[in-house]
């Protein structure tokens, strides 16, 4: 069975589908086939059915030379069943989905991705919907340094 990550951010159009295609970038060049499996989605409603914002888009392919691939949905309460693990962009995006559990039983499946981050000292991946184009390439090279770092720890935990 593949190791099921979901990674969860507001509107699900910058920072989770960057982490999900990332992801399954880097799991392509370790040639991992199909032991981890990713998905991604926004705790808000604001932008269901879009692709991924064009600026974001245009980071990603500049820095890694990848497509930004999915479309927008809503974080489910089913989700906390079906994903091994939940990974929260911010502060926010971890008590939005928390507050959907509240008797806690999912509490230890829901993280905050820059928990895995290695080269950076943060606890948020920063929202760079209203800023300028170095904050999408921030969020890139954050998304890299954590995801590394996340599949290193799944590998060295044996869960992959
Ligand atoms: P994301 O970025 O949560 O990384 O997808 C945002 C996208 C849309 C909005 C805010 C953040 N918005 O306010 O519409």
């Excluded at 507001?10 to 999900?20: H, K, M, Q, T, Y």
């Excluded at 926004?42 to 269901?48: R, V």
């Excluded at 990974?87 to 928990?115: F, Q, T, W």
Aim: charge should be negative; glycine fraction near 6%; aromatic fraction near 10%.
């Amino acid at each position: 069975m593949p190791y099921k990550l979901l990674f969860v951010c507001l509107g699900n159009i910058c920072r989770s589908p960057s982490a999900e295609n990332i992801t399954n970038y880097l799991i392509e060049k370790r040639n991992w086939g199909d032991r981890v499996i990713c998905d991604s989605a926004g705790t808000s409603d604001y932008h269901i059915g879009r692709p991924p914002d064009p600026r974001m888009a245009i980071a990603a392919k500049e820095i890694l030379d990848i497509d930004l691939l999915g479309k927008a949905r809503q974080f489910d309460p089913a989700d906390f069943e079906k994903f091994d693990l939940i990974l929260a962009m911010d502060r926010e995006n971890y008590d939005d989905i928390l507050s959907l559990d509240r008797p806690g039983k999912y509490l230890d499946k829901v993280r905050l991705m820059c928990s895995f981050c290695r080269r950076y000292d943060i606890k948020d991946v920063p929202d760079p919907y209203y800023g300028g184009p170095q904050g999408f390439n921030r969020v890139i090279d954050i998304l890299t340094d954590a995801c590394e770092g996340l599949l290193d720890e799944l590998e060295q935990e044996q869960k992959v």
